[in-house]
């Protein structure tokens, strides 16, 4: 597919040499990216990642529906709202939010900047 003997490009080509992992996660992306682009799905799909990496409010009918679930189960178990819950081996754990959003990272930067 490329030459690498390639007399201008080919030292190029050795150089930029991926990790096999980046590879194959790369390919997933644009695979499903395909996938989703053939199917003609719109989505922000900027807000629907938020609301899993950052906590943020549900942007869809499916995420408010999946936030409630999540509330109603937590409150069933008398897990605190402000806890997250996840899946280990041996079963379902939880504690206290390990992730900050980028506002309150920038916030924590700033303070200790000024401090």
């Given at each position: ?85 996840w899946g280990e081996e041996g079963g379902l754990r ?22």
């Open positions: 597919m490329f030459d690498r003997s390639h007399p201008v490009y080919g030292e190029v080509q050795r150089k930029l040499n991926l990790p096999a992992d980046f590879v194959l996660v790369n390919r997933l992306q644009w695979g499903l990216n395909s996938i989703l682009s053939q199917l003609g799905a719109t989505a922000n799909w900027h807000r629907i990642v938020r609301e899993y990496l950052y906590g943020d409010p549900p942007s869809t009918e499916l995420g408010a529906r999946a936030a409630a679930f999540r509330a109603e189960w937590k409150a069933a178990r008398g897990i605190d709202e402000g806890f997250e819950v939880w504690g206290r939010p390990q992730h900050t959003s980028p506002t309150t990272n920038a916030a924590i930067c700033s303070a200790r900047a000024t401090s």
